[in-house]
């Protein structure tokens, strides 16, 4: 287990981010999603909530140059299914869910983000409620070594979360020209505090010149009762 906090702070580019856990009294569930960003394009961004749902938006419109891979819905709820990923294949799973499909199903269906050279990895997690407990998956997929041809889709299923604990995963190993893939499985790491003590773990852990947005939300496991918190650099 990892402290994700100093994991973070090691770390000047991560990319994007999804945690999913158990808190630490063990009565919440822990979802936890950042965006960082290089270019002006991916700084120029805000997370706002619409609902249950949580949007990314452009802060200055007039500096929005491509919408495609920057603007989506990363948490989506459906019944008593959250949903959080990286790109607009949120709505990719969250329609396969209503169909009475899968996670696996939906996934299938997509691969690696269109931006060459770097073919950033899609990251995506869902959280199941059900009779007082819960469970999570979560998911990458992410080109063969660069070849835009070929697809690799991982997936991890966490049956039984444990108190304290949750997984991360995220898009990037680190910084760099080109810029290196997440590989491997995602991180187990420690969980501890309520909403706010996880939120400004994870804010002030990271980069403070590439981090753009972070979202948490602490879902109570008997009542699926939510609270979220939002933090944007672009103010």
Do not use: C
């Not at 009294?25 to 120029?44: A, P």
């Not at 999570?136 to 070929?150: A, F, H, T």
């Not at 898009?171 to 991180?187: A, C, L, R, V, W």
């Amino acid at each position: 287990m990892i402290d994700i906090k100093e994991e973070l702070k090691g770390n000047s580019y991560p990319g994007r981010g999804i945690i999913i856990g158990k808190s630490e009294d063990g009565e919440k569930i822990v979802v936890g999603y950042f965006i960082m960003g290089r270019s002006e394009n991916s700084r120029n961004r805000i997370f706002a909530a619409e609902g249950a749902d949580l949007k990314t938006k452009a802060f200055d419109e007039s500096k929005l140059k491509d919408p495609s891979l920057v603007i989506y819905a990363p948490v989506r709820e459906a019944d008593d299914i959250t949903i959080v990923t990286n790109g607009d294949q949120t709505d990719t799973i969250r329609d396969f869910i209503l169909e009475g499909k899968s996670f696996e199903d939906a996934l299938r269906t997509r691969t690696f983000e269109p931006d060459p050279p770097i073919l950033t990895p899609r990251i995506s997690g869902i959280v199941y409620r059900h009779d007082g407990t819960f469970s999570y998956k979560l998911s990458i997929l992410k080109s063969n070594e660069g070849r835009e041809e070929s697809a690799l889709r991982f997936f991890f299923d966490y049956p039984e979360p444990v108190a304290g604990e949750g997984h991360f995963i995220h898009t990037y190993k680190h910084d760099g020209n080109p810029i290196p893939s997440f590989s491997g499985e995602p991180k187990l790491v420690k969980l501890s505090g309520n909403i706010d003590e996880f939120t400004n773990d994870i804010w002030s852990s990271l980069n403070p010149d590439n981090k753009v947005s972070f979202f948490a939300r602490y879902i109570d496991i008997k009542t699926g009762r939510t609270e979220s918190r939002i933090v944007n650099k672009n103010q």
